[in-house]
């Protein structure tokens, strides 16, 4: 029997979205200056993921981060977040702050999409999903366009060891 699809998991954090800072150097160490906002991201994610088994990879990750509308400009609601922070560093920090909550370790992620939006209500949603083998499929064929020497690896390999 063929699967269609895989579970979909659905988290928020509530608040402004956090971007991932650098680490930070003193004369005899190096320590990390959000300990503090990874330990309640931490949180909250456990407590919607409820102890559920860890999602196994390959993963889909999707996530969009809303800021806050300016008061100034309400006409941004719904539209395009511009400037900082960087979208790259905002899935940095959701992605590190679910490691071994939701996945084992963030390499397990394949694909993600992103998004920067502004909204009345400033949070970040996360949605995940392991990849289904016709996804993984789709990939691999959309690939071959991009990159013409994935044609030497066989159809087959998206194959192994899958449910069908």
Not at 117 to 123: E, F, G, H, I, K
Request: charged residues 25%; proline residues 8%; aromatic residues 12%.
């Amino acid at each position: 029997m063929i699967k269609h699809s895989n579970p979909i998991h659905l988290y928020s954090l509530p608040g402004r979205p956090i971007p991932l800072q650098r680490p930070r150097y003193s004369v005899t160490h190096v320590y990390d200056a959000q300990k503090k906002e990874k330990a309640v991201s931490s949180v909250y994610l456990a407590q919607q993921h409820n102890d559920r088994p860890l999602i196994p990879g390959p993963i889909e990750l999707t996530v969009i981060f809303y800021f806050e509308t300016p008061k100034k400009t309400p006409s941004l609601e719904g539209k395009y977040h511009t400037s900082k922070p960087d979208l790259d560093n905002c899935i940095k920090y959701v992605s590190d702050i679910s490691n071994g909550i939701l996945y084992r370790d963030d390499s397990e992620i394949s694909v993600i999409h992103a998004m920067k939006l502004y909204s009345r209500n400033p949070r970040t949603d996360i949605k995940l999903q392991q990849m289904s083998v016709w996804k993984r499929l789709y990939y691999y064929v959309f690939s071959a366009f991009v990159k013409p020497s994935s044609y030497e690896k066989s159809l087959s390999t998206f194959f192994e060891n899958e449910d069908l």
